[in-house]
């Protein structure tokens, strides 16, 4: 079964540093997630991203994230200056047009 | 923000049981719910959804009934297995938005 790919497995950054988060979502799917679980937390919502831009985020969603899908295959989420508070796994997810949402493995982003 | 709830953190079943999870709900604006099952270290896997027309959607060993006047809906696994083990998210959705809304989740243990 295809599945969404993220890399790297474990993220190990400065506060203040960029990361970027990739993956690889499932080919002829459509739409694109991202969500976050902060240990012991809920998954929460970060973004969804359709035709190439923002369709709708939330209001962890700032101007210290962003995500692009520079090369129709990767789809990326950049944290421009990490902080504590972002330490968290990061879940990749999409689906195709009327099917329900299918997560990656996640990233674990470890800000120190 | 509590609008999905899953009361119970845990739950212990002895193999071949039937186990019964709960999730409670309070946005009206909800019309699709899922529910997902998590391992450690893997993202959420999509088991089952229910569209707020339905009352009750089965696939194998996994049934979804919604209560609409109540909010609450609830995943029955029958018979249950050691694989079920893992923890199960409830999650909702409204028409014309992106977002899925999780719960805190429930641990299963299926007892051999």
Not at chain 1, 39 to 48: D, M, N, P, Y
Not at chain 2, 68 to 89: E, M, N, R, T
Request: net charge negative; proline share 5%.
């Amino acid at each position: 079964e295809p599945e969404v790919t993220q890399t790297p497995s474990h993220q190990v950054t400065q506060m203040g540093q960029e990361v970027i988060l990739r993956c690889v979502p499932i080919s002829n799917h459509l739409y694109f997630y991202w969500y976050r679980q902060i240990l012991g937390q809920k998954v929460e919502f970060l973004v969804s991203f359709y035709n190439n831009e923002i369709s709708e985020k939330s209001e962890i969603f700032d101007d210290q994230f962003s995500v692009e899908r520079p090369d129709g295959s990767n789809f990326t989420l950049k944290i421009r200056s990490t902080k504590l508070e972002d330490s968290a796994m990061y879940f990749c997810a999409d689906r195709g047009r009327d099917s329900p949402l299918h997560f990656g493995n996640g990233t674990r982003l470890t800000v120190t | 923000d509590q609008q999905v709830k899953q009361n119970s953190p845990s739950l212990s079943v002895q193999e071949g049981r039937i186990s019964i999870l709960n999730c409670d709900y309070t946005n009206s604006m909800f019309d699709y719910f899922l529910w997902y099952k998590k391992y450690p270290a893997e993202g959420p896997t999509f088991l089952i959804s229910i569209s707020s027309i339905k009352d009750k959607n089965e696939d194998g060993r996994f049934t979804v009934f919604l209560n609409k006047s109540a909010k609450h809906l609830s995943l029955h696994i029958v018979p249950s297995q050691p694989g079920d083990s893992a923890v199960y998210f409830c999650a909702a959705k409204d028409f014309g938005n992106e977002k899925l809304t999780f719960g805190t989740g429930t641990r299963l243990t299926i007892i051999p």
